[in-house]
């Protein structure tokens, strides 16, 4: 399977943005999907997962704020984001929860496809 979350852009404090993650392949089988942020200088972090059965978790910092939905006959996952405010401007990205895993070089790496940026700003 491969992510490509795209969405993101500028937008002013208090804006909204709707990010999208398409699958290459089937997400159904797939039970915790979520969606990851990396802001400059910050390690990456979880902010919202959903597994297969609707169960939903959000991040503190974006509960309120934020809702991770999925489309399992699309193969699409989405984070509808409001009331945007600066300290949420990061690359965004989707993935499993934990994230999904590829061997490389005699070592299994967590794969992360696309991300999309997203940056709150006047």
């Known amino acids: 399977v491969q992510l490509q979350a795209s969405g993101g852009g500028l937008v002013q404090p208090g804006g909204s943005l709707r990010l999208s993650c398409a699958a290459s392949?089937?997400?159904?089988?797939?039970?915790?999907m979520g969606w990851y942020r990396q802001a400059p200088g910050k390690q990456r972090e979880l902010v919202a997962s959903?597994?297969?059965?609707?169960?939903?978790n959000y991040a503190d910092s974006v509960k309120g704020r934020f809702t991770i939905s999925r489309a399992n006959a699309e193969n699409t996952v989405y984070l509808q984001m409001n009331n945007l405010e600066p300290e949420d401007t990061a690359v965004y990205y989707c993935?499993?929860?934990?994230?999904?895993?590829?061997?490389?070089?005699?070592?299994?790496?967590?794969?992360w496809g696309q991300g999309t940026l997203v940056t709150v700003s006047s």
């Open positions: 392949g089937s997400i159904g089988s797939i039970n915790g």
């Open positions: 959903i597994t297969r059965g609707g169960s939903i």
């Open positions: 993935n499993r929860v934990p994230p999904l895993r590829l061997y490389r070089d005699h070592t299994w790496v967590d794969y």
